[in-house]
């Protein structure tokens, strides 16, 4: 059998490439959380956090700073406090001066389209235990 080629500077390889796939791998954004949020565990190594999903090291190292600037939202963790900005709608000069009775004072705390109105001067277990609610009514 002879070896037929248009080029006859190059030799015939008898090497085989095959390709598969279809290009680059698309990361849902929630896969791409989950994975920033095993990274930032305590004690976990980005290598081997990225070897079990399947991915590279630098891809991880780019999700993460992408996640602390704002453009990938990481999952809650179950059980952990985080802080929300706070407005006001009043003006500062306003907002300074003290009011006649603690009565007067109303904290407005809006979360995942709820809102509830706290009279008066409550305290931190008051507040913490509104916040606890609206979590859960989210997650039901």
Known sequence: MDDHSDDIRRPLSPRIEVYAGGGRKQWPDDLKAQIVADSLEPGAIVTDIARRHGCRPQQVHDWRRRARS????????????SFVPLVSESSPSVAAAPSGSPEAAVVTVELHGARVEVRGTPGLAVLSDVFVALRRTRSC
Not at 70 to 80: E, I, K, T
Request: net charge neutral; no cysteine; proline share 8%.
């Open 70 to 81: 704002g453009q990938l939202v990481l999952p809650a963790a179950g059980g952990a406090l």
